[in-house]
């Protein structure tokens, strides 16, 4: 199976509003799909609508063959919410343990995976502290490592390198780069546009709709334009 | 196997949040305790009263009744002047012409006001009987001089002696006796309640929710999860309850203090999972606030702490409802009459039933935030 997203003409309302209007995206196996777009643009909606935490009204969501919503597809995919999202109280190794369990990994695996993902994030000398004294970048690593918990096919990160230092930024996309060239597949939604240049393809959102997608170099010169930030403020404008 | 380790996590949680610990345990003591120095101040009334022109026996026969004081006054006007002060409860003027007693009342506690007529009452049937007494006598007198052949026996006068034996309680149970048992599931309510109210709240407002349902965690997980931990929790909490409340407020209970934590425990499980459905449908810890006395209050008034016999059937049916008036009744009839659990089938089964109902409202209702 080489698609681990497929969404088709997607559509979600919250009452009258149309939140996405028409959204076709596409992740494959060993490949790392940027998500951009202003605010409101339907990036959340758009992942939640991937985990099964809404229903699209029109269109089919399909993530690793299987139509969403679906609860056991769940178990393949990390996720890394936009908050933080870590028990406080709790210290690291404990909310690690915490999420491995609740992702259904065997307990005898579970110590091996902590210890992977852990160093992974460079938290390894840390885990048994509350997660209370982590500061913001703690958190945030912490924070990812839980999505690489169990090995997962496909990662959806939302917002991953927000609060990081750029030294551990790097890391961090390295790491994510080692992940895609063993085949994992990983959508990306970020505000740094110079890392958008890293993923292999991107998707720009506006209104609800995919209004570009595709390599970064061939989206800077569709548009005739150096960077993908500029391709990102060319785009608003003309659909203005 | 998840539930487990949604119930570990939890209590791991929960204790090493220490205030929220001790809050839970120290709120309930230190409010039953307040609630037995109020129930514990004497209660007994206290009445003056200003007579006008009453005769010397009346007066003597209104001292003799418990709480009375008697201040002969001269004027009526007098009187007057001293109830507007405050100074008497009562005035009660005889006018000698009519054979008629005016009663003025301050009336600003009915208490006083119900004591004043009692005391009155009694004095002048007080006051009837010795006259009925000595013409009685003076008649024996009149009847033994003019023939002293005719026998007359001399019955007993003494009027018989009462003692009085109670199946429950003593002479000083009262109607807070009553409502005790239903003030006692009252509170294992509102405590357990209010804290499992916020358990999920927390969990959503920090995200970690939206986390959780990203993996392959049941609905059915997190809710039987969350019910045991806070069970834990509240089976300590309800056991706490119900002791400070038999023992602080000397409960005299008939029948085992086993059933009484048991039927507490299971009020518990109610509240709780009425809590954590609240707390779903709550956006806010503002709004789970305002859930409080909306779900809270009118569980007081038609639990049966005011009897709803007399009142209409559509009231009644409210009282149906609601858990505590289940649960008011088995503590009753457990304190009060020593009935075993066997006998109360039919609350534990209201209990189990909203128990059942609840547990299943809030598995679907979790559909808010992930649709499988």
Known sequence: MQRLIELTHLNKKFGNRTILHDISLTVNRGEIVGLIGPSGSGKTTTIKTMLGMEKANQGTALVLGKQMPNRKVLGNIGYMAQSDALYESLNAKENLKFFGEMKGVTSKQLQKEITHVSSVVNLTSSLNQRVSNYSGGMKRRLSLAIALLGHPELLILDEPTVGIDPALRRQIWHELINLRNQGQGILITTHVMDETELTDRVALLLHGDVIAFASPQELEKQYGVPTIEDVFLKAEKEED | ?372
């Open chain 2, 1 to 372: 196997m998840r539930t487990l380790a949604i119930t570990k996590r939890t209590l791991i949680e929960l204790l090493r949040d220490k205030r929220a610990l001790a809050l839970m345990f120290l709120a309930p003591i230190l409010i039953l305790w307040l609630m037995n120095v109020m129930f514990s101040a004497n209660s007994d009334p206290k009445v003056e009263i200003a007579t006008v022109n009453v005769s010397q026996t009346i007066q003597q026969n209104l001292k003799k009744v418990d709480g009375v004081s008697v201040k002969a006054v001269n004027s009526n006007r007098q009187a007057k002047n001293k109830l507007k002060k405050n100074k008497v409860d009562a005035i009660i003027n005889y006018n000698q012409a009519k054979n008629h007693f005016n009663v003025t009342y301050a009336n600003t506690d009915s208490t006083k006001t119900t004591l004043t007529k009692q005391a009155l009452k009694a004095a002048i049937t007080g006051q009837t009987i010795t006259t009925l007494s000595t013409g009685i006598q003076r008649l024996q007198s009149m009847v033994k001089s003019t023939n002293p052949n005719i026998s007359i026996t001399q019955e007993n006068t003494k009027a018989p002696s009462i003692s009085n034996h109670y199946q429950y309680g003593n002479a000083d149970t009262s109607f807070f006796t009553k409502i005790v048992p239903i003030l006692m599931g009252f509170f294992v309510f509102f405590f357990v309640f209010l804290i499992s109210g916020m358990a999920l709240l927390k969990e959503r407002t920090s995200g970690t929710f939206d986390r959780l349902l990203a993996t392959p965690v049941r609905r059915s997980e997190i809710v039987f999860g969350y019910m045991l931990s806070y069970g834990i929790i509240s089976i300590l909490q309800s056991t706490v309850i119900v002791l400070t409340t038999v023992w602080l407020l000397k409960i005299e209970v008939v029948g085992s203090i086993i059933n009484i934590i048991i039927i507490s425990v299971l009020l518990a499980f109610v509240a709780l999972a009425f809590g954590i459905l609240m707390s779903t449908l709550a956006n806010s810890e503002f709004q789970m606030m305002q859930f409080i006395p909306l779900v809270v209050v009118p569980q007081i008034f038609f639990s049966g702490i005011i009897p709803l016999d007399s009142m209409a059937s559509w009231v009644q049916y409210i009282g149906k409802i609601l858990p505590l008036t289940y649960t008011g009744d088995a503590l009753t009839q457990i304190i009060m009459y020593g009935k075993g659990l066997t006998s109360l089938g039919t609350d534990i089964l209201a209990l189990l039933i909203f128990l059942l109902i609840l547990l299943w409202l809030n598995i679907i209702g979790l559909k808010r935030y992930r649709k499988v």
